[in-house]
């Protein structure tokens, strides 16, 4: 048995579809809450709730985590001493967890049939009330405490189907409980209903599973997404129930959409062209894919920068964290209550900074494959490393690098139409004739600053207008008015490439 004081938290997804973002956030949190405090991190799989099973989706979840560089320490792939850790292999325990609460009566059958259930609330309905399974309703129904014992035993031998519900205390009094996030947040248990904790078809509701298996686990802090925040009260008095102690919990603020009200959803990221997933994602059904963000070119380490400050942040200017910066900076104290709006530019911003910090030699081996992707015969590794070291600044992700350096393996087929009709006109095409004659004939040294001035003084000689040569020869270069220093292209590109791509411009250009 673990010692009661160490942290224990625990991610408990629902293999019902790929992981949102929202998850892989809530994840973060509790991982570096555990890291922080020398804690555990665990993984479980609550899988109770058969029909809403996704073939694929808990493989989805481990690979996301994974990719995240969220390791766990005990959880269905690396085991640990309180599994199995996914509820469809601890289905036989939950029933005797259910029959304990009938036994101390915070639990009771419930017989009653869907059609029963329908005209109970279309009854209340009538009456312009909403049918509520609670003590006000409860003795009017078909259950262990409206029966009588002989009843009872009767319709559990004839195997009439039952569900077991929770019998919330018959004295409404007003439950506190704290929060790490929201503080005191206080219910009253007149306002809640008995919850089923046990279905007909054998397994757990979601409350049982998830408070009993806390509880086996030694759960210390439950940290999860604000959409469970309503369920807070009942697992609170299921804790009681039982007689355990309960976890401390933190609810984490919703992402919300980028613009207007709501939760962020994958319709908006299909909207904006954002993935709100992590890895892309076919469904199995459908197979329409979602995109992810490892497939869009986001470095796991910009995506969890990036989670980290949906919700949090550190009371400082500082946004560039690393996992281990952020093990030291987090607290719950700084989560917000109100929501995080996403900004997918900033997630972008994110990558760009991950991106221009990486080392260039880095990159160059990020970028290779998509080199070999256009065809382009890879140059030397010094050669790439430092073309990514001069556009670099330019992008966002790894596979923009090739928009923002193209020119440097392959010559323009086009050019820019309008800085042509600006720059190449009047006497620049006879000039740039002369230009390319001129490099064809240097014997000196080839590099950017001497073929600089040799370029300026020939200007000059022949009374040309700087700027205007200058935009002419980057458009014969590299088709248009981008890219790095014009002389650093020149030398890079050797003598041979420039010559030629000079007189192809002429040619093409007239
Ligand atoms: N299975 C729930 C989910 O899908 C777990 C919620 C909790 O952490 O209690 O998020």
């Known amino acids: 048995m673990s010692n009661r004081n160490s942290v224990r938290v625990r991610f408990a997804p629902s293999p019902t579809g790929p992981l949102h973002m929202g998850g892989v956030r809530t994840a973060l949190f509790n991982y570096l809450f555990a ?31 994974k990719w995240s560089g969220l390791e766990f ?28 609460l009938i036994e101390k009566e915070h639990a009771y059958f419930a017989f009653d049939t869907a059609e029963e259930l329908d005209q109970a609330r279309s009854e209340a309905e009538s009456d312009g009330r909403t049918f509520s399974y609670d003590e006000h309703t409860r003795l009017s129904m078909k259950n262990s405490l409206s029966l009588s014992s002989d009843e009872v035993k009767k319709l559990l031998q004839d195997e009439m189907p039952y569900v077991i519900r929770f019998k919330m205390p018959e004295q ?25 904790l046990f279905k007909a078809d054998g397994m757990p509701t979601y409350h049982l599973a998830n408070v009993v298996d806390d509880h086996l686990m030694e759960v210390t802090h439950v940290i999860r997404g604000e959409e469970w925040l309503p369920s807070m009260p009942l697992h609170v008095l299921l ?15 919703l992402i919300l959409k980028p613009q207007g009200k709501g939760k962020l959803s994958k319709r908006d990221g299909d909207k904006l062209g954002f993935p ?61 209550k109100s929501g995080a709006r996403f900004d997918p530019e900033k997630a972008k911003w994110f990558n760009h900074q991950y991106l221009v910090n990486k080392p260039d030699e880095e990159l160059a081996g990020l970028f290779g494959p998509v080199l070999a992707e256009k065809g382009v015969v890879p140059p030397s590794v010094d050669h790439l490393t430092r073309i990514v070291s001069l556009v670099k600044e330019r992008v966002s992700f790894v596979a923009d690098l090739w ?55 020939l200007i000059q000689e022949k009374e040309m ?46």
């Open 239 to 253: 804790y009681r129930a039982f007689g355990w102690d309960k976890p401390v919990f933190a609810h984490l603020p």
């Open 403 to 457: 928009e923002q350096s193209a020119f440097f393996f392959v010559a323009p087929e086009e050019y820019d139409a309008k800085v042509a009709k600006k720059r190449w006109k009047g006497d620049v095409p006879a000039f740039m004739g002369q230009l390319a004659d001129f490099f064809d004939g240097v014997s000196t040294s080839w590099d950017a600053d001497s073929l600089k001035e040799q370029v300026s003084a």
């Open 276 to 336: 709100v997933f992590p890895l892309e994602w076919t469904d199995p059904e459908t197979k329409e894919v979602a995109a992810g963000y490892r497939e869009d070119g986001y470095f796991p380490e910009a995506f969890i920068n990036m989670l980290a400050l949906l919700g949090w942040n550190p009371g400082t200017e500082q946004e560039l964290f690393s996992k281990e910066e952020l093990v030291n900076a987090f607290s719950f104290d700084r989560v917000n």
């Open 73 to 100: 320490d005990e959880g269905p792939v690396q085991g640990g001493n309180f599994g199995p850790y996914r509820q469809s292999e601890r289905k036989a325990q939950y029933r005797e967890y259910a029959d304990m």
């Open 35 to 65: 890291r922080q405090n020398g804690g555990t991190f665990i993984l479980r799989i609550e899988d109770t709730d058969q029909t809403r099973y996704v073939n694929g989706a808990e493989d989805y979840i481990i690979e996301s985590l």
């Open 465 to 510: 207008n700087f700027g205007g040569v200058m935009n002419s020869l980057r458009l014969a270069l590299v088709g248009g008015s981008f890219g790095p220093d014009l002389f650093t292209i020149v030398e890079m590109l050797e003598k041979d490439e420039v010559v030629s791509r000079i007189r192809k411009a002429v040619e093409k250009l007239g």
């Open 172 to 196: 409404a009094e007003a439950v506190e409980d704290e929060d790490m996030i929201r503080g005191k947040v206080s219910f009253r248990t007149s306002d809640l209903d008995d919850k089923v």
